[in-house]
Nanobody, 121 residues
Framework: QVQLVESGGGLVQAGGSLRLSCQAS????????MGWYRRTPGNQRELVAT???????NYADSVKGRFTISRDNAKNTVYLQMNSLKPEDTAVYYC???????????????WGQGTLVTVSS
């Protein structure tokens, strides 16, 4: 059983900062990528940022220059540093991982339970 546990959401004023963390645990052989997605009310889930184990990053245009994704591969953990937050960043943020569990040869996509980020104006 593999799970992702997120932390770090909350309420912040516009212009402020928050840091999200997500740790993968369980019987994991390897992780190819970890990242963050978000869902706003009435909208579909959208990519925020991802980072491969090899270090390749991908950001949504709306967060470039404000958000930074990082990983601690030894701890199977991904972080999202969010600076200069805007009210439109308000959403439920979901951690995502693409990994191979022990005893399997197939990629497994796993999602966290979500953490709410609210940015007040």
């Amino acid at each position: 059983q593999v799970q992702l546990v997120e932390s770090g959401g909350g309420l912040v004023q516009a212009g402020g900062s928050l840091r999200l963390s997500c740790q993968a645990s369980g019987s994991i052989f390897s992780i190819s990528s970890m990242g963050w997605y978000r869902r706003t009310p009435g909208n579909q889930r959208e990519l925020v940022a991802t980072k491969t184990t090899g270090g390749v990053t991908n950001y949504a245009d709306s967060v470039k220059g404000r958000f930074t994704i990082s990983r601690d591969n030894a701890k199977n953990t991904v972080y999202l540093q969010m600076n200069s937050l805007k009210p439109e960043d308000t959403a439920v943020y979901y951690c995502n991982a693409n990994l191979i569990p022990y005893g399997s040869v197939k990629n497994l996509e796993v999602w966290g339970q979500g953490t709410l980020v609210t940015v007040s104006s």
